[in-house]
């Protein structure tokens, strides 16, 4: 799931919706989820950066880390 279908009925300006969108982007690549959307966590890496974005954080790279941090992912070992 996208996190677009996540934030389109909330009150969210561009700016925010860009770093949201650029954070999930960004955790589904260092998780290895970005070729497989239709994975549940991805939707609760989506709802744990909306969470991280209303709290105030602004930068992608952060909402990123703290999502993956805070949902107690284990990242993939590098190949």
């Not at 949201?20 to 982007?25: L, V």
């Not at 589904?28 to 105030?56: F, M, Y």
Request: glycine letters at 8%.
């Amino acid at each position: 799931m996208g996190i677009h279908k996540l934030i389109a009925n909330g009150s969210f300006g561009p700016d925010e919706i860009r770093a949201m969108s650029e954070a999930y982007e960004g955790a589904l690549v260092v998780l290895q989820l970005n070729n497989d959307r239709d994975e549940p966590i991805t939707e609760l890496i989506a709802k744990s950066i909306i969470n991280i974005s209303a709290a105030g954080e602004r930068d992608p790279a952060q909402m990123a880390e703290r999502a993956i941090n805070a949902l107690g992912i284990r990242r993939p070992s590098a190949a």
